[in-house]
């Protein structure tokens, strides 16, 4: 049921995206990945793996190692596990055609005292990152809960935490933050 949008939007003859199997929630620390991808618009996808599925948010900007940075995430449908090493051309003409690189990936781990499923739900998930690229307490905050405009309502923000790893110089545009952290490709080359 969560997979049936990721589902409907898709043509998995024609798309080497995965369609994803059911997925019983994992007793390890759970997972996440952070997909950069080349559609019509460049953009990072973010997800945490979350009761068996990626929960995933489009994040125009990029997330940010820098506290004073708030970055606009969309919530976007669920995404099956399998897509957590998915990269390759999503082709011309079919949802989110283009180059989609694992940006950086790792596992994850909830800073609170609520369930991840139950902090999903209120609108306010603090967790902390153990990427490669990515580390210490982040918090998505569900902004547009009461918004009546349908886009509005997806709104959330993307913040670092103020702690070790934070850092006010960081920018995403780094060129050593540019490859993919599983086979090194970038979007540009190869
Ligand atoms: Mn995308």
Same mark, same amino acid.
Not at 22 to 27: D, L, V
Not at 179 to 188: F, G, I
């Given at each position: 049921?969560? /997979?049936?949008?990721?589902?409907?939007?898709?043509k998995f003859s024609e798309t080497p995206e995965p369609k994803g199997r059911? +997925?019983?929630? %994992? *007793?390890r620390l759970p997972m996440f990945v952070i997909q950069k991808h080349d559609a019509s618009r460049l953009h990072y996808d973010f997800r945490l793996a979350i009761d068996g599925v990626l929960v995933s948010w489009a994040v125009p900007k990029g997330p940010s190692m820098n506290p004073a940075d708030k970055r606009l995430a969309m919530r976007?449908?669920? +995404? #099956?596990?399998?897509?957590?090493?998915?990269?390759? $051309?999503? #082709?011309?003409?079919?949802?989110?055609?283009g180059k989609v690189i694992v940006w950086d990936t790792g596992k994850y781990e909830s800073d609170?005292?609520? =369930? /991840?499923?139950? =902090?999903? $739900? *209120?609108?306010?998930?603090?967790?902390?990152?153990h990427g490669h690229k990515l580390r210490g307490s982040f918090v998505l905050i569900h902004t547009g809960k009461r918004a009546t405009v349908k886009s509005r309502a997806n709104q959330w923000l993307l913040i670092k935490h103020r702690d070790e790893h934070a850092d006010p110089t960081w920018h995403i545009e780094t060129p050593t933050l540019d490859?993919? $952290? /599983?086979?090194? %490709?970038? /979007? +540009?080359a190869g």
């Open positions: 049921m969560p /997979l049936e949008e990721y589902r409907r939007k898709r059911k +997925h019983t929630a %994992a *007793r976007t449908e669920d +995404h #099956p596990m399998e897509y957590g090493d998915f990269e390759g $051309v999503i #082709p011309e003409g079919h949802y989110g055609a609170a005292e609520l =369930q /991840l499923t139950e =902090q999903l $739900v *209120r609108g306010e998930i603090k967790f902390t990152l490859r993919s $952290v /599983l086979s090194r %490709a970038t /979007l +540009h």
